[in-house]
């Protein structure tokens, strides 16, 4: 046994675990992308008022908001397969990145759906209205007046969440993902140093974050480019 | 593999009586985290010096680190910390017999007064200049300015996000389970693992975390309906 904390320990871990730091971003990336995807089908019952469909919506939302992240992965991770083998399809040898994934989506989804309705109502109708006065159809209405302006509100928001869900991923370790966390878990087993671990593992979090929040905020200036001098306002 | 749809109502009486850890482990932190972010946003406010360092430092450093860090860095470093400090002062006493509720109290309560920090302080610059100007006209001091004028419009304003802040700390506390802490999620894993019935007991666990979310979210909406009640119509 070496000493009981040992600083150098902390250097020697970060580029052990920063290899893993590909599997944390995948499943953020992936789970982004079907999220972005999921959320875009739950807006549209709530913004066009579709009977049925958006009652289901609403429970969905609010049980996804309602729950932590680390239920739902359970749910997941023991729910589905439960739930497909009543169809006799039997997925409880597929690899736990696949239930991460999936939930991370489920997760993702539910908190974009409200991000992108708040965002196309905050634009006015008056906009679609113009739009429409000129001759333009429902579809260039939609990607040339409504979403420009509806990125602009709705940017400050998704980057949060892509930092959240960043987060998140931490948790991921708990089914059995060897990502950053569940290296480090590893680490922690066959060294003994758990403190230096952590450590190391808080700082490639903390980079990673600082880095993202540099990228978005170079980005927000340009969804805000036709916003005069005050940016401050929304 | 089917779904015994009787156990949920067992696993769930039996979660249920984990409730109570669960709201001191997700409103202890808030209300410590409450007065941290307050000397926090202050701190940055004034620009104080060699603190405002500090402050900027902790804010960004918690809310750019996952909050099982927190727990995780404080659960293992504050002991090592202690022993050797205890150790050096001949002081016979054993961090080891401090519950880990401590560690994890702490750790959150860091965590919630970094989130409750830039609550605050978008609260507060969300009031305009003119109403401390025109208190100061008034004769009154900053202190009481702050207290009566400042405070309560910016607390009004930060009911929605102190909300979802609260939302997401009953959330966030289902990684104590990770310190082997019996709330919610480690009851569940508990009684799921002694009846290989984890299904069920998760989804009863969600069932009480999406309850009290609700409840906090309804009670928030009261609370809000009533603040607001003087700021109906009108200029603002």
């Known amino acids: 046994m070496g000493k009981v904390f ?26 982004i992308l079907f999220g972005v995807l999921i959320g875009i089908s739950a807006a549209i019952p709530k913004l066009f008022n579709i009977p049925i469909l958006k ?54 989804g539910a908190i974009f759906a409200e991000i992108f309705r708040g965002a196309i109502n905050a634009v006015e109708f008056g906009q679609t209205e113009a739009a429409y ?34 987060k998140d991923t931490s948790l991921a370790f708990t089914i059995g993902i060897m990502d950053m966390m569940g290296r480090g ?15 190391a593992l808080s700082v490639i979090y903390y980079v990673v974050v600082l880095i993202l929040e540099k990228g978005f905020r170079v980005f927000e200036k340009y969804t805000n480019r036709y916003q005069g001098i005050d940016t401050s306002v929304a | 593999m089917g779904i015994d749809i009787g156990f949920i109502w067992v696993a769930f009486k039996e979660i249920a009586k ?38 900027n430092g902790y804010v960004s450093f918690f809310r750019g680190t996952p909050a099982i860090m927190h727990i995780m860095l404080i659960y293992f470093g504050i002991p090592l910390l202690l022993d050797s400090i205890f150790a050096s002062l001949h002081i016979p006493f054993q961090t080891s017999s401090i519950p880990i509720i401590v560690f994890v109290l702490f750790a959150l309560s860091l965590t919630a007064g ?27 001091s900053t202190y009481q300015a702050m207290k009566r004028i400042l405070f309560p419009q910016a ?26 802490q019996k709330e919610l ?11 290989l019935k984890f299904l069920e007991a998760f989804i009863a666990a969600g069932i009480i975390y999406w309850g009290l979310s609700i409840i906090i979210e309804g009670i928030s909406h009261l609370i809000e309906k009533r603040v607001k009640e003087y700021s109906k119509g009108g200029v603002t």
């Open chain 1, 6 to 31: 040992d600083p150098s320990l902390i250097l020697e871990f970060i580029p052990t675990l920063i290899k893993y730091l590909g599997v944390t971003l995948e499943i953020l990336a992936v789970s």
């Open chain 1, 55 to 108: 009652q289901i919506v609403t429970v969905y939302i609010s049980f996804i908001r309602g729950t932590p992240i680390i239920i739902q992965l359970f749910l997941v991770y023991y729910g589905l397969p439960a739930l497909l083998s009543l169809i006799y399809i039997d997925i409880t040898r597929m690899d736990a990145f696949f239930f991460v994934i999936i939930t991370y989506s489920i997760s993702n």
């Open chain 1, 133 to 166: 006065s000129i001759g333009m159809t429902p579809f260039y209405n939609f990607t040339r007046i409504v979403f420009p302006q509806a990125i602009r509100v709705a940017f400050p928001n998704i980057a949060n969440t892509v930092i959240g869900s960043l």
């Open chain 1, 185 to 199: 878990e590893t680490l922690i087993a066959s060294s003994a140093h758990a403190l230096e671990v952590y450590i």
């Open chain 2, 18 to 55: 984990a409730i109570p850890l669960t709201l001191v482990l997700a409103i202890v932190p808030i209300i410590i985290g409450f007065f941290i972010g307050l000397a926090v946003t202050l701190i940055r406010e004034y620009k104080v010096k060699g603190l405002y360092v500090i402050a």
């Open chain 2, 114 to 140: 970094a989130y409750l920090s830039e609550i605050i302080r978008s609260g507060i610059s969300s009031v305009t200049k003119g109403q401390m100007e025109a208190a100061h006209s008034i004769g009154m």
């Open chain 2, 155 to 180: 607390l009004a304003k930060s009911i929605p996000n102190l909300t979802n802040i609260s939302v997401g700390f009953l959330h966030l506390t289902s990684i104590a389970f990770l310190v082997s």
């Open chain 2, 185 to 195: 999620t480690g009851t569940a894993n508990i009684v799921a693992s002694s009846n």
